[in-house]
């Protein structure tokens, strides 16, 4: 999803999604971000599983 900074206020920088909506994020997320800039927001599914995985094996060996 590709958003758009609409202006900065205070910590959060307020985006635009596609839909029209606005909403904060917050500037720790996007710490150099600048008025107008189009910010790409997506999900990394292969990361995801990783990490999924690696939690699996840790509570594998905790509850054995």
């Given at each position: 999803?590709?958003?758009i900074v ?45 990490r999924k ?5 840790l509570m ?5």
């Amino acid at each position: 999803m590709k958003v758009i900074v609409d202006r900065i206020e205070n910590d959060f920088c307020v985006i635009e999604l596609q839909t029209g909506v606005f909403c904060n994020l917050p500037l720790l997320l996007v710490p150099s971000v600048k008025e107008g800039d189009v910010v790409e927001i997506k999900i990394l599914n292969n990361l995801t599983d990783i990490r999924k995985e690696n939690v699996k094996k840790l509570m594998d060996k905790v509850f054995k």
